[in-house]
C-alpha cells in the first residue's frame, strides 16, 4: 500500500441497494464478482423502521452473475439484525473464508425486511483488489471522485 494513495483509489463501489422504504420483503444488491477483490465490506444503513420491523443481512452466492444464488453458510459470524433507526452494520468478509465455506464466485448481500416495513440501503465496497487502482473497478453510480 502506498501512503499516498487516496482511498478512493483503494476502494470500488462494487455493489449496493439504493435507500428506500420498503415493505417486507428480501432485497439483494447486485452479483459481485469475488475474483476482483480480495476482501469484501458490507454497510447496512437504517433509516425508519416502523411497524416493528426488522432488518436481517447475509450473503448468497451463485457459480454465475446470473444464475441461481443460495445462502452461503459457514461463516464465523452472521450480522446482527437492525430493530432501530439510525443504526448500521459493517459486515466485512474475506474472499477466502467465502471459498472455504463453498460460495461461488458471485456474491450478492441480501436484506430480508420482516414484521413491518424499513427505509434502508447498502452498499459494498471492495478492497485490496487484484488490480489497481480499485476505483477503476466502481460497479454502481459514483457521479465524482474529489480528492482534496
Same mark, same amino acid.
Given at each position: ?17 439504493? *435507500? !428506500?422504504?420498503?415493505? !417486507? #420483503?428480501?432485497? !439483494? /444488491?447486485? *452479483?459481485?464478482? /469475488? ?12 433509516? $425508519?423502521?416502523? =411497524? ?11 457459480? /454465475?452473475? #446470473?444464475? %441461481?444464488?443460495?445462502?452461503?453458510? =459457514?461463516?464465523?459470524? *452472521? ?29 450478492? #448481500?441480501?436484506? %430480508?425486511?420482516?414484521? #413491518?416495513?424499513?427505509?434502508?440501503? $447498502?452498499?459494498?465496497?471492495? !478492497?485490496?483488489?487484484?488490480?489497481? *487502482? ?15
Amino acid at each position: 500500500m502506498n501512503v499516498n494513495q487516496a482511498i478512493a483509489e483503494m476502494l470500488s463501489l462494487a455493489g449496493s441497494i439504493e *435507500p !428506500a422504504s420498503q415493505a !417486507a #420483503g428480501t432485497y !439483494a /444488491t447486485g *452479483p459481485i464478482d /469475488t475474483m476482483i477483490h480480495r476482501r469484501l465490506l458490507f454497510v447496512v444503513s437504517a433509516g $425508519v423502521v416502523a =411497524g416493528g420491523a426488522s432488518l436481517a443481512f447475509s450473503l448468497t452466492s451463485g457459480a /454465475t452473475a #446470473g444464475g %441461481v444464488f443460495a445462502p452461503v453458510v =459457514g461463516l464465523a459470524a *452472521p450480522a446482527p439484525p437492525i430493530t432501530v433507526a439510525g443504526n448500521k452494520v459493517l459486515f466485512e468478509v474475506r474472499v477466502e473464508a467465502l471459498l472455504n465455506a463453498g460460495a461461488g464466485r458471485y456474491v450478492k #448481500g441480501q436484506v %430480508v425486511v420482516a414484521g #413491518g416495513t424499513a427505509a434502508f440501503a $447498502v452498499e459494498c465496497y471492495g !478492497a485490496i483488489d487484484r488490480y489497481m *487502482p480499485a476505483s477503476d473497478y466502481n460497479m454502481g453510480a459514483v457521479q465524482a471522485v474529489v480528492l482534496n
